[in-house]
């Protein structure tokens, strides 16, 4: 047998539905475009993931250069994490799992609610992952649009359950869109009694939540990131607030060590640094206001009102996809859309002011 012939016999026993997974599309590292772009790596702008652009605070990265224990596993339980997310969010422990990243928990929950066949319901456009995730799971995802100004559509929430439907995840505010759901509207559909996931990944950028009523509604569940408002996009730790009878759920089934000794100095560091941070936060939301007026200048683009780290904009005259490649030759990396309500869109993370001015000037050289 040739080694040709082993490996078809291999993927012949892979699910079959996996052939046409299309997986996820995840940001553009700037290293893989040396020599690719007008500018050095080094000088690459970065507007495209919604990263924080100020970075962690310096006491995490003093904690990890002096750290002793690399060589130690990390509590699985995790114990003191959770007392320290806990203590931030304003719930009890027993509420509360980490995750490497709020991704992770995504699909930690969608493995223990979802049967093949079962649905998920989620108002698009949105963050790609719950697609990916429930696909991947086996199950289907029932997107409802928004509205023309991405407002969720409650009415169509609800008429979209079905017998087959596991649960409902909603982000506020919402990738890519930077649109909040009122908290009425939010009640409304909790009184579905499906379980509901809110992503509130943004929070800190809009200071709208939910967390108060977790310990209330056994059908609520919220996420969190230190990713954005904490700088630790890159040690990946995120975590949920939950019924704790889903979290017990979710600490028998997650991977064993699923936050690594790394991550666990970094939130208690942050943690003990959030003056700091949320002066980062607070700069960036002004940030994104004048971001906002400088793109609202720009005659062939209309710019969206954003609650987030983030504003989208719509090109009104070209191509999406080209203002992203023209940019990206310059060395400014941004992200675009083509799918509905969002197709022909860009999507700009929300930098520091040096960032804004080189952004602004590269889109002004487009249109000459």
């Not at 199950?139 to 407002?151: H, I, Q």
């Not at 991550?263 to 206001?289: C, F, H, P, T, W």
Request: aromatic letters at 8%; glycine letters at 8%; hydrophobic letters at 40%.
């Amino acid at each position: 047998m040739t080694t040709s012939d082993f490996t078809e016999g291999i993927e012949k026993l892979i699910r079959p539905e996996l052939a046409a997974f299309g997986g996820y599309s995840a940001a553009t590292s700037p290293e893989i475009l040396e020599g690719k772009v007008e500018v050095p790596v080094e000088s690459i702008i970065k507007l495209d993931a919604n990263e924080n652009p100020y970075g962690c605070s310096p006491r995490v990265s003093r904690a990890l250069a002096n750290y002793k224990n690399f060589n130690i596993y990390p509590d699985d339980g995790q114990t003191r994490l959770r007392k320290l997310l806990a203590g931030y969010a304003g719930v009890d422990a027993g509420h509360i799992v980490a995750g490497s990243g709020s991704n992770q928990l995504i699909d930690l929950l969608l493995r223990i609610f979802l049967n093949r066949g079962d649905e998920v319901i989620s108002c698009v456009p949105t963050f790609g992952i719950y697609r990916f995730s429930t696909e991947l799971c086996g199950g289907t995802l029932v997107e409802v649009l928004r509205d023309a100004d991405f407002a969720v559509d409650v009415a169509k929430v609800k008429a979209a359950i079905t017998k087959r439907t596991k649960m409902i995840i909603l982000t506020n505010p919402n990738n890519p869109t930077g649109t909040v759901i009122p908290p009425s509207h939010i009640m409304e559909i909790m009184g579905a009694g499906l379980p509901l996931l809110i992503d509130e990944a943004y929070y800190e950028f809009s200071g709208q939540t939910v967390s108060p009523l977790v310990s209330r509604y056994p059908n609520l569940m919220v996420l969190r990131t230190l990713s954005k408002w904490a700088g630790l996009a890159g040690l990946r730790v995120g975590y949920g607030l939950f019924p704790p009878k889903i979290a017990a759920y979710l600490l028998r089934t997650k991977i064993p060590y699923n936050v690594n000794v790394a991550a666990l100095v970094a939130v208690e560091e942050s943690l003990q640094d959030i003056d700091y941070l949320l002066g980062n936060v607070k700069s960036i939301i002004g940030e994104r206001e004048r971001l906002f007026r400088e793109l609202a200048r720009i005659n062939w683009l209309k710019p969206f009102p954003s609650q987030a780290n983030f504003i989208l904009c719509q090109v009104l005259k070209g191509e999406a996809r080209k203002v992203w490649q023209k940019l990206q030759d310059k060395g400014v990396l941004v992200r675009y859309f083509d799918e509905p309500l969002v197709r022909n869109y860009i999507r700009i993370s929300v930098g520091k002011p040096e960032h804004t001015d080189a952004l602004i000037k590269a889109l002004k050289e487009l249109k000459k």
